[in-house]
């Protein structure tokens, strides 16, 4: 899933209130919409059920028409962006991007959309396993891939069922995000090979950046079910988009989802916002899963190993994100 990982915690940030302040929370009026956890643990244990949807293969073909299907299912208008990108090793990436724009084209005073996002396909090689006879098998990516798909089928679902949301919110499924140079490659450090699918689209959206109406924000989902997992401040998302970031976490608490959300820095990661921000020049933040204590990984127990799996996805860490985003969004 991602490549880098930079650890920064300083002194300032350790011994600052982990929640929003209750005077802050109060200032924002809670939704009463709820998130369904279940409805998004059945659309995560559903991509599953095709197998690793690694790049090129079937499953990941079919794991393509079935999210396809579910969108156009809950009324949203769905471009597959499709592209021969090439990977770190020369190997050409069947991709496609599933684009899901509002159909009811709701939008701000402004005319501006807001963008959430997430990568579907899965990491091609369990090079984090602590068994290095895994280190080429593929990973199921529950986690690393599913969970932020599912996170945005049951936003969507519950977006078709309400209709007080003021605003336009599009989804995106990022492709061949995961296919970045493995552990055990030693050919060079692959930084570029990250997130190819985001870069594709970030890309065509400086093509066609005049003739569309920009996003005010975007917030990318990544690894957004996992057992245990807090959410710390990403580095790249609070300096290219603090103002998200705080919104974001002001809204886990109000959502009584502070506990989730630390409001401490985790570091710098290369995701898929890295482009949304840098090339498409549209403010991206990350929520991302954080372990500062595994030793394994800071990503968790389960990154880039073959134990990403439905049995180590949790409903409470679905239920904080995903009533989280809905208190962004039906707050706007």
Not at 106 to 126: T, V
Not at 161 to 166: A, F, R
Not at 202 to 227: C, E, F, H
């Amino acid at each position: 899933m991602v490549k880098k990982f930079i650890y920064f915690l300083s002194l300032g940030f350790v011994f600052c209130a982990c929640g929003t302040t209750k005077k802050q929370a109060e200032a924002q009026p809670v939704v009463n919409i709820e998130f369904n956890a279940d409805s998004a643990y059945q659309f995560c244990a559903a991509q599953c059920s095709f197998g690793p949807r690694t790049m090129n293969s079937e499953a990941h073909e079919q794991c393509a028409q079935w999210i396809q299907q579910k969108f156009q299912q809950y009324g949203y208008q769905v471009e597959m962006q499709k592209a021969d990108l090439k990977g770190y090793d020369g190997t050409i990436l069947k991709s496609t991007n599933i684009i899901a724009k509002a159909s009811s084209q709701k939008e701000s005073a402004g005319g501006e959309k807001i963008l959430i996002c997430a990568h579907w396909d899965s990491r091609p090689w369990a090079d984090n396993d602590p068994d290095s006879a895994n280190w080429r098998k593929p990973v199921m990516a529950a986690n690393d891939g599913a969970s932020g798909v599912a996170v945005m089928l049951e936003l969507a679902r519950l977006i078709q069922q309400h209709d007080s949301l003021k605003v336009a919110v599009d989804f995106i499924c990022f492709d061949a995000e995961d296919w970045g140079i493995p552990q055990w490659d030693e050919t060079g450090d692959g930084t570029d090979s990250w997130a190819l699918g985001a870069q594709y689209w970030a890309k065509s959206q400086q093509q066609t950046a005049n003739t569309q109406k920009p996003y005010r924000y975007a917030i990318l989902l990544d690894m957004v079910g996992g057992q245990g997992a807090k959410f710390y401040q990403e580095g790249y998302s609070l300096q290219k988009a603090k103002g998200i970031v705080e919104k974001v976490w002001q809204a886990a608490s109000a959502a009584g989802y502070g506990s989730f959300f630390p409001k401490q820095e985790g570091g710098y990661v290369t995701d898929d916002h890295v482009p949304v921000n840098d090339i498409a020049r549209i403010p991206c933040i990350d929520i991302i899963n954080h372990y500062p204590d595994c030793q394994q990984s800071s990503f968790g127990p389960t990154w880039h190993t073959i134990n990403d799996d439905m049995q180590h996805i949790d409903k409470n860490t679905l239920q904080a994100v995903g009533q989280t985003l809905v208190q962004v969004l039906f707050s706007e």
